[in-house]
């Protein structure tokens, strides 16, 4: 199969690269004159420069492939600007989307994002019938996410085949830009004094993302979602884990869930005054909600997750350190 990604050079689309030409299907990594292709060094790959707003530009190197992983998308969601976001995640994925039918593509599979799933009022797992119901203005991130899929599902209703994944919190080697990573890097500086949160979230590895990816685009079914995730955790289990991981005490600070709207308010204040926090102050709020989700669907339909917390906690740490990151 000839396959196209868009966003090829990021952590996601990397992977998906890495797999899709492991697996002997050739490769083209649609980027900006500008990204940096360090994730793609010594794979086997052809290269061509578009932007997803351009879809002049789009259709000829989308021409002769079957699939499209549309995976480029504005995902460093507390430190980018919200109007370019909106921009790209959802005027983007329509241009891609468009640009892909008009150059005959059979399939594609585009990267949604579990934020757009949302969360329970119960605290149960979420699964796939579930959507983004928070506050537009405090989560833009997830609703770009949410309007991408209305735009994905626009799109099935005049007859294109289009698959969503909507990945976890991701772990793994090469997060170029720390994203999810930022974790071991402040466990690493504060050690035993590392803050903990009542809440939980749910993770997956990079590598079982990009598996999720590809079954996707071979047994995935049209028009539906699928969240990708491994398992469900406490913080209160997470950080001590990566904590023994980088080497350093367990965490033994416990933020009571009183404290976080008032740390979360001082954070936004600091911002404000132009000081760079280390998190958001949205995602202080979320520290005592369990963002859990089901994932029975994925591992039914697409196949069970291959790489342990551990073993990808593991190889995430030690990525970091062989690259200069910690």
């Known amino acids: 199969m000839q396959a196209a990604i868009t966003g090829g050079t990021g952590f996601v689309g990397s992977h998906i690269a890495r797999l899709l030409i492991a697996e002997g299907h050739r490769v083209r ?5 500008t990204s940096r ?6 794979l086997d790959y052809d290269g061509v420069v578009a932007d997803i707003l351009d879809e002049d530009a789009l259709r000829p190197a989308f021409a002769g492939c079957e699939w499209v992983f549309h995976v480029a998308a504005i995902a460093d969601y507390w430190r ?11 005027e983007g994925t329509r241009r891609v989307l468009r640009a892909a039918k008009d150059a005959g593509v059979a399939r594609v599979v585009f990267t949604s994002s579990a934020a757009a799933v949302g969360t329970r009022a ?7 019938s579930d959507f983004f119901h928070d506050s537009a203005a405090r989560f833009p991130y997830a609703y770009s996410k949410l309007l991408a899929e209305q735009v994905v599902q626009e799109a099935v209703q005049t007859g294109q085949d289009v698959v969503i994944v909507n990945p976890v919190v991701i772990f793994g080697p090469g997060d170029l830009n720390m994203i999810s990573g930022s974790m071991f890097k402040e466990v690493k ?24 990816h590809l079954a996707a685009a071979t047994k995935g079914r049209t028009g539906e979602r699928y969240i990708l995730g491994t398992q469900n955790i406490a913080l209160r289990d997470l950080l001590p884990l990566v904590a023994e991981v980088v080497g350093v005490g367990r965490p033994i600070v416990y933020v009571p869930d009183f404290a976080l709207s008032p740390i ?4 936004g204040f600091a911002r404000r005054l132009g000081i760079n926090t280390p998190v958001d102050p949205n995602q ?11 994932f029975t669907k994925m591992h039914t339909e697409l196949g069970e997750p291959q790489i342990s ?14 690259h200069g990151y910690l």
Request: without cysteine.
């Open 189 to 212: 500086r504060f050690g035993r004094f590392t803050t903990v949160a009542s809440g939980g979230i749910a993770v997956i590895d990079v590598r079982d993302v990009a598996r999720g």
């Open 80 to 90: 980018a600007d919200k109007a370019r976001m909106m921009e790209a995640n959802v």
């Open 284 to 294: 202080i709020r979320m520290g005592s909600r369990h963002i859990y989700f089901d």
């Open 264 to 267: 979360a308010t001082a954070f």
């Open 309 to 322: 917390l551990r073993q990808s906690l593991e190889d995430t740490y030690r990525w970091y350190v062989e």
């Open 37 to 42: 292709l360090d994730a793609l060094d010594s």
């Open 29 to 33: 990594v649609v980027h900006r004159a």
């Open 122 to 128: 119960d605290g149960q797992p979420a699964d796939e």
